[in-house]
């Protein structure tokens, strides 16, 4: 009888050991949890293939100071400028593999993706960059961010490195002037065809490269922002520069669809937040840069700068505005006319 009892009296101490230790165990699995979210913060590989200084670049450092400030612990933010983790050419094949998390690339980049952002190419679309701007916050170009979702690729911002201007061996006032010419292009079929349109030929070149095949001949002239052709000292090498503000170069900020809905929604709520301060702030330096870049360029008197007339401008568009009718299918006459309505002529 007593061996019994106590029988009994061991199996109830077990049982209120094993409930004590299963009730102290669920106690500590959501501190476990949590010092393993700490040892493991979300890495963020953000790589881009221009310099630090540049507004891309900034905006890259920027983003990471913000995560760092605001997200410490949680995420950490690695930028990988000039190419150094991947180029031009397989920057976004290595987004769409989980090879790196954030990239800023031109928006011509993404035309094996989408045809819809061809309309940031299109010549004169645009009467300055303030239009642009204006698009960009329109329903119809914030859709377009989410253009290519369904190859993985998912947008978060529009950042902006200004307008367009032409260089070229010989002085360049009228469309016509540009017949027989040689351009550095990037890889953009509607660029292709708006020097065509001028009778012009192209090469699809890295922008790094234009120096060194325009001081060779291999090319005859190039198109840029001010700060693109002060930083590459174009120049240097280019007699002339005609100040057309034909188009923007704009990049989109990107990410992995996949990886961003992994992010927990707090956490990517505040990344948001971030990234629309760092677009502001990317786009302002832009502004800054040309300004200073231009004034710098003709304070050097290394090429002559030819602001044309209204009339001479009105000429160019007038030129290449059968591109747009061109692109029309591809883009969508419904981002076209959206495009166009942001314009206040």
């Known amino acids: 009888m007593q061996a019994s009892r106590r029988s009994i009296c061991n199996r109830k101490g077990m049982c209120m050991f094993k409930s004590l230790l299963c ?9 476990a949890a949590a010092l393993a979210d ?8 953000f790589s881009h293939v221009v310099g630090e200084d540049t507004p891309k670049g900034k905006g890259a450092l920027l983003f990471k100071q913000l995560v760092e400030e605001r997200l410490e612990g949680a995420v950490v933010v690695e930028v990988y400028p000039n190419s150094t983790l991947f180029g031009d050419a397989d920057e976004v094949g290595a987004l769409r593999e989980g090879k790196v998390q ?5 928006l011509s980049k993404f ?5 819809q952002l061809q309309v940031f190419d299109l010549p004169f ?22 253009s290519m979702s369904a190859q993985g690729i998912y947008g978060l911002a529009y950042w902006n490195n200004g307008m367009k201007q032409l260089t070229a061996n010989r002085e360049l006032r009228k469309p016509e002037d540009a017949k027989g010419l ?30 060194k095949a325009l001081q060779a001949g291999t090319i005859q002239g190039t198109e840029g922002p001010w700060s693109n052709i002060a930083s590459q000292k174009v120049d240097t090498v280019q007699p002339f520069i005609s100040e057309l503000n034909h188009g923007s170069l704009s990049y989109m900020l990107v990410s992995s669809k996949t990886f961003w809905a992994s992010i927990p929604y707090q956490v990517r709520s505040e990344l948001e937040a971030i990234i629309e301060e760092v677009s502001y702030s990317v786009s302002k330096d832009a502004e800054t840069l040309n300004n200073n870049a231009r004034a710098g360029i003709i304070a050097a008197g290394k090429t002559q700068v030819i602001t044309l007339t209204a009339q001479e401008r ?9 591109v747009w009718k061109t692109y029309e299918a591809e883009i969508g006459a419904d981002v076209l006319r959206a495009a166009q309505a942001v314009n206040r002529r």
């Open 38 to 45: 700490a040892k493991a913060p979300i890495v963020i590989k």
């Open 102 to 106: 954030m990239l800023a690339p031109s």
């Open 111 to 115: 035309e094996a993706y989408t045809k």
């Open 125 to 146: 679309l645009f009467d300055d960059l303030e239009a642009v701007k204006r698009f960009q916050k329109r329903d119809k170009s914030r859709e377009l961010l989410h």
């Open 182 to 211: 040689v351009f550095r292009i990037q890889p953009s079929s509607v660029l292709e065809a708006q020097f065509g349109q001028l009778g012009a030929k192209t090469v699809k070149m890295p922008f790094a490269e234009a120096f």
């Open 23 to 31: 009730f102290t165990l669920a106690a500590l699995l959501p501190c």
């Open 314 to 322: 009105a000429a160019w568009r007038t030129a290449l505005s059968p």
